[in-house]
C-alpha cells in the first residue's frame, strides 16, 4: 500500500466537520491502496485557535493529524497567510499535497508539491484516467448547488441516509471572509457517482418540494 502525506487546512477542517462528522477519515477510508497520512505544524493549530473553533473541533483536528515542526519558507513568497503555513508545513512533512477548499489557494506551488482542494486530491490518488473521479475511481455529476452551508447540510445528510457517497465542491473564498467565489452565485456544489445521480436527484427535489409546501 502506498502511503501519501498530506498537510491539512485548519479552515477546512472548521468548515467540513459543519457538513459531517469525519471529513478526514471519510477521505481517508475511500482510498483504495493509498494510505494517506495528514499532518499540521504548530503555526496550523494556532492558527485554527485564532478563528475560535469549539473545543470539539481541535481535539478532532489534533487526534486526525500529526504535528510536525515547521520549515523555513519566506511569507512573502505566498499571497496570505495561510498559504504560507500550509506549504511550510508540506514541506517540512515532506508531503506532495497541502489540502484545502479556499479556492484561491488551490494550485500555489511549494517546494515538491501543490495546494490542492478534495477534488484535486481524489484525482491525484485514484487509479486509472477517469474524467472527474471520486478516490474509488467513479465519474462524478453534479447534482445540486447549495444556497448556504445549513441547505447543504440538510442535503448531504439525506444523500447519507440513503448511503449515497458524495463530494462537496465549496466555492467559499475563505480569504474575503466568507464571500462566494466572484460568479458562481451559490455556496457550494454536491456531486455524487453517476450511477448515483438519478436517485440522489429525486430525492432532493422530493425534500425541497416538501420543504417548500410546508412553508
Given amino acids: 500500500m502506498d502511503t501519501v502525506a498530506v498537510v491539512v487546512d485548519p479552515e477546512f477542517v472548521l468548515r467540513q466537520l459543519k457538513l459531517e462528522e469525519d471529513p478526514l477519515g471519510r477521505l481517508a477510508h475511500r482510498s483504495i491502496g493509498v494510505k494517506i497520512v495528514f499532518f499540521r505544524s504548530g503555526p496550523l493549530v494556532e492558527h485554527l485557535e485564532e478563528l475560535d473553533a469549539p473545543d470539539t473541533v481541535l481535539a478532532y483536528y489534533r487526534a486526525m493529524a500529526v504535528d510536525i515542526p515547521p520549515a523555513t519558507l519566506e511569507p512573502e513568497d505566498f499571497p496570505d497567510r495561510l498559504s504560507w503555513m500550509l506549504a511550510e508545513a508540506a514541506l517540512a512533512a515532506g508531503a506532495p499535497f497541502a489540502l484545502t477548499d479556499n479556492q484561491e489557494l488551490t494550485h500555489l506551488p511549494f517546494p515538491g508539491g501543490r495546494i490542492v482542494d478534495e477534488w484535486d486530491l481524489a484525482d491525484a490518488l485514484s487509479p486509472g484516467d477517469t474524467g472527474e473521479p471520486m478516490e474509488d475511481g467513479g465519474k462524478l455529476k453534479s447534482v445540486y448547488k447549495c444556497a448556504d452551508d445549513v441547505q447543504c447540510h440538510m442535503l ?13 465542491k465549496s466555492q467559499e473564498v475563505t480569504s474575503l471572509d466568507g464571500i462566494l467565489a466572484t460568479g458562481a452565485g451559490f455556496w457550494a456544489e454536491i456531486h455524487v457517482f453517476t450511477e448515483d445521480a438519478d436517485q440522489a436527484s429525486r430525492l432532493i427535489k422530493e425534500f425541497l418540494s416538501a420543504e417548500t409546501e410546508g412553508e
Fill in 156 to 168: 448531504t445528510s439525506l444523500l447519507k441516509n440513503e448511503s449515497i457517497p458524495y463530494l462537496i
